[in-house]
């Protein structure tokens, strides 16, 4: 018997005893793509179940490896498919950011969280106004414990907003919607959710540096971190919004249903400013809330401030509820954190998980005024079907 024979019959004998039981690719790469098999199926499922016109999910898992996921229409009129890297605005997550950029100056002795407000704003005209004004420290406006109304509730603001849609807002026509109301509550005695208390924020930083604060922001957290999707929404005309749906001419916004016509979106959304201000996509928002939850934005001493929580009834310390521009919440799956966010036409969340040392982040061209959605979910929801996907595959990673 020649050597080659001989070869060829040893080779299989090989796949006779082997080929069933060891695989002749690489394992892990065949879990990777069973799991994006299996997670895609899901997220088309979902938007399909729930009536999301599209929705987008970005995640980063624990050793920074990104992976991006789309379904549904970018445009249901045109036809558009929703593409993984499509861009949305992010509503109320924009605090998250604020508030790292504030703690990092926190850091750098520019101000504390300790602080009174009247310190720092007591030459303004308008402060007396301010309804809790002499009792307001910034930790209050940080966690939302000062009780200052939200000025986004207020019908002139929405009035304007539709009938000078290309008005620039100032930091003080903001404030100036809420002067001389009445507290919500005493100066840390409660919770109220409130963008009022992230413009003074913003205000706080630019007093302080002496730029602005998307100068801030692009210089200490979107460019050195590559955050490269992820810019200010300070104008109607913003590159790759996708149109977002929200009710046609139904409260409490009363606006056109679809938000993006020929290129621009239908009110100026930079009234929004530090309560919000972002348009990014799911990948970005998942990169960002992994980079700020371990460590590489602000430091751990920091982190631990920001985490610290209090109840969303009654404002006192609790082990869950909303930290410093952070909400903290209790899962089947452990601590989580992150943020949503609002926007008309849009919803977003972006969560941290630390048992697993990954994020998610899911965003949707609609909003809950929409009437597209079919089932009244929260975001919370929409993430908590999808999470057990991700940790499987990572359990069967190891």
């Not at 690489?26 to 979902?46: C, H, R």
């Not at 056109?256 to 972002?278: C, D, H």
């Not at 521009?325 to 969560?351: A, D």
Request: with cysteine.
């Amino acid at each position: 018997m020649n050597i080659k024979r001989l070869s060829f019959i040893l080779l299989g004998i090989f796949f006779i005893i082997y080929g069933c039981s060891t695989p002749l690719y690489s394992t892990g790469a065949n879990v990777e793509e069973t799991f994006k098999k299996e997670f895609q199926q899901k997220l088309d499922e979902l938007c399909q179940a729930e009536g999301f016109p599209g929705v987008t999910v970005g995640i980063v898992l624990p050793d920074g490896q990104s992976m991006s996921f789309a379904s549904g229409w970018a445009d249901i009129e045109a036809k558009v498919k929703m593409n993984p890297h499509d861009r949305m605005l992010s509503g109320s997550i924009g605090k998250t950011y604020a508030a790292a950029v504030a703690l990092q100056l926190i850091k750098e002795k520019k101000f504390s969280l300790e602080d009174k407000i009247s310190f720092i704003f007591k030459d303004e005209k308008w402060f007396p106004r301010l309804p809790n004004a002499q009792h307001i420290t910034v930790n209050m406006l940080m966690n939302h414990t000062g009780g200052l109304p939200r000025y986004v509730f207020k019908e002139n603001l929405w009035t304007q907003l539709k009938q000078l849609p290309d008005k620039v807002w100032t930091p003080e026509e903001r404030i100036a919607l809420i002067l001389d109301d009445k507290p919500i509550h005493p100066a840390g005695e409660g919770w109220a959710y409130s963008d009022t208390d992230y413009i003074l924020v913003g205000m706080i930083i630019e007093k302080v540096t002496g730029h602005t604060y998307y100068e801030e922001l692009n210089r200490r957290i979107l460019q050195p971190h590559g955050l490269k999707f992820t810019s200010p929404s300070d104008s109607r005309r913003l590159q790759g919004l996708v149109p977002g749906y929200t009710g046609d001419g139904a409260p409490p916004f009363k606006l056109p249903g679809k938000m993006v016509q020929k290129g621009v979106y239908m009110i100026n959304p930079q009234f929004e400013w530090t309560g919000g201000g972002l348009i990014t996509n799911s990948t970005d928002l998942a990169k960002y809330i992994k980079l700020l939850m371990e460590g590489k934005i602000i430091p751990e001493e920091y982190l631990e401030l920001m985490k610290k929580a209090v109840n969303p009834k009654t404002g006192k310390p609790d082990s869950f509820g909303y930290g410093l521009g952070l909400e903290v919440y209790k899962t089947t799956n452990g601590m989580t954190y992150g943020h949503r966010g609002i926007m008309p036409g849009y919803l977003s969340i972006t969560e941290y998980i630390p048992q697993y040392k990954f994020s998610a982040a899911l965003q949707i061209n609609c909003d809950q005024f929409s009437g597209k959605l079919i089932n009244k979910k929260t975001r919370n929801d929409y993430l908590a079907t999808l999470k057990p996907i991700i940790i499987k595959y990572l359990t069967n990673k190891k």
